[in-house]
């Protein structure tokens, strides 16, 4: 009998015993309906690629298994180039084709940001064939001279959607144009958009359109509710939730990096057990926070959408969308992963007043019944933990020790009964009874459900303020490099709790323990308000900045207020004269911030501004 019997489905696409030998070795039995449809496609013609199918349904194998079997082991150019939008899906692509080489003496390495630079031109020198990387970082290594895509066979773009999502086109493209032309295209995407099309006409020849029909996530066991609130009530919200549940085993999503490491940090701070989940952690520490969510030693997974790909927990109780999804098919697939093996789940939306309009499509779209949730009260809190109390200490009735006979006697014979009960508890659970625990939510009123609407914030001229009567006001975020803040961080960070948009942000600096970034004052208000119960020691994380803090000397009358409008011009001025010739701060978000050579030349940083002439 044939040893790949098992995997005859696997053979009959047309792929090698190395590679049948492989796909044994992993387990795998049937290919699935995107490796079906695109393996033979690839072995068999010459013909560009694009792919349609959800996450999660083998899509790197569909387009590794075709470019091992076409690589020429002997040659030591780079000839197949993957990007991938994050690090951690790099990492992810990179393992996945390693494990599918077989016994294929063939280089594959993951080129991201964060990781050395020095490793990374060792290993490009001696000769990597298979690249799966970040477009920031593979653009660098490009404009570095580092790294030759000139004898391409192959160019993937993995979530191709996800990179456009989060602003690589340009990146895309240069890359791109920086490749021999007789190399094969090929796109893979969870969804189709227009500029991917758009992109396939641009750089293939002729191309293929795979789609696989998407698979119905099923959420009949999983209850939706929404709750419509203030950005700065949503951690208060949250924790009332955890409160008002016995068992509480859940994935709180966020939408970027840093806001899911702030909302981790907070949680732990309260004594929640929380981690954050998110691109900047390493294959190794992503394991360990995983496996202790497995484990049950921490309850509460905070994480990203990209960071929670891939990732299989089960017997979660809730999903808390932190920050509602900018598409109904990822609302489906979060809220999915509760409510499973016969078990109910519960997904509670928050919805800000700006928001309403996103979540009405997301209802319409997804067809979904989702009801009000009614945010339990303070007295529903302290009753729900008076009762928990209870029935932990009756649970305790069965397993009682002997050895604890002689102090409850002695203690019986000295105090009452209930006044030793009251402080057994006491000393069980010192502060859980405490109603300063919580804070007030407040009401939205009429009125702001229309300024969230309207998105208008005004504010007039105050002397003790960096702000331009020409409408740029300067803000302090108390916040930097200590706390992992970059450019790219704190803007990610602000477009995202505010509704903003990125060409909003100008100037952003990011000192060791803070930073300053310049927002259309009708803009200001708004940040300031969404941010301000998010500080240390009841004070605001962001303000209005002082000249003193900008270390700006302006004066308190009119002749220095015409100077701070005419050095507000220049600098828009010297803004857009810049945005010219170079990107102000990188797009790639889930990479550290590193200029390269050329997107740094004619820069000098002095006395914290960037000095835009030319060198001589």
Known sequence: MDEYDALEAFKALGLSATTLKALERKGFTEPTDIQRECIPLLLGRNVDVVGQAQTGTGKTAAFALPILEKLDVEDRSTQALVLAPTRELAMQVADEISSLKGERKISVEAIYGGSSYETQFKKLKKGIQIVVGTPGRIQDHLERGTLDLTHLKFAVLDEADEMLDMGFVEDIEKILSQTNEDKRMLFFSATMPDPILALAVKFMKEYEIVRIKKGEVDTSLTEQYFVALRESDKMEVLTRIIDSCSQFYAIVFCKTKVQCEEIGRKLGEKGYPAEALHGDLSQKQREIILQKMRDHKIGILVATDV??????????????????????????????????????????????????????????????????????????????????????????????????????????????????????????????????????????????????????????????????????????????????????????????????????????????????????????????????????????????????????????????????????????????????????????????????????????????????????
Not at 373 to 394: E, G, H, N, S
Not at 545 to 573: P, Y
Request: hydrophobic share 30%.
């Open 307 to 616: 960071a929670a790909r891939g990732i299989d927990i089960s017997e979660l109780t809730h999903v808390i969308n932190y920050t509602i999804p900018g598409d109904p098919e990822v609302y489906t697939h979060r809220i999915g992963r509760t409510g499973r093996a016969g078990r109910t789940g519960v997904a509670i939306t928050f919805v800000t007043p700006s928001e309403k309009r996103k979540f009405a499509f997301i209802k319409r779209i997804n067809k979904s019944e989702i009801e009000p949730y009614r945010v339990p009260t303070v007295a529903d809190l302290i009753q729900a933990k008076k009762d928990r109390m209870a029935d932990a200490v009756a649970s305790q009735m069965d397993k009682l020790d002997d050895a604890y006979d002689d102090i409850a006697s002695t203690l019986l014979s000295s105090y009452e009964s209930d006044l030793l009960v009251k402080a057994l508890l006491q000393l069980k659970w010192p502060h859980e009874l405490e109603r300063e625990r919580y804070n007030d939510i407040r009401a939205i009123e009429a009125k702001e459900e229309r300024r969230g609407r309207r998105e208008r914030y005004e504010r007039p001229w105050h002397d003790d303020e960096t702000e331009d009567k020409d409408g740029i006001t300067r803000l302090f975020f108390a916040r930097g490099r200590n706390s992992h803040l970059t450019k790219r961080k704190l803007a990610d960070l602000i477009i995202d709790a505010c509704n903003v948009r990125d060409g909003d942000l100008q100037d952003i600096q990011v000192m060791e323990d803070f930073s300053f970034i310049n927002v259309p004052s009708h803009l200001a208000g708004r940040i300031i308000s969404t941010f301000k119960d998010y500080g240390e020691d009841g004070k605001p994380l962001v303000t209005r900045a002082r000249a003193e803090q900008d270390g700006r000397k302006k004066k308190r009358n009119d002749a220095g207020r015409r100077q701070v409008k005419a050095s507000f011009s220049r600098r828009r001025e010297r803004h857009a004269q810049w945005e010219e010739g170079v990107r102000f701060y990188g797009r790639d978000s889930y990479d550290d911030y590193i200029p390269s050579r050329s997107a740094s030349k004619g820069r000098k940083k002095e006395h914290g501004k960037y000095n835009t002439k030319k060198r001589k």
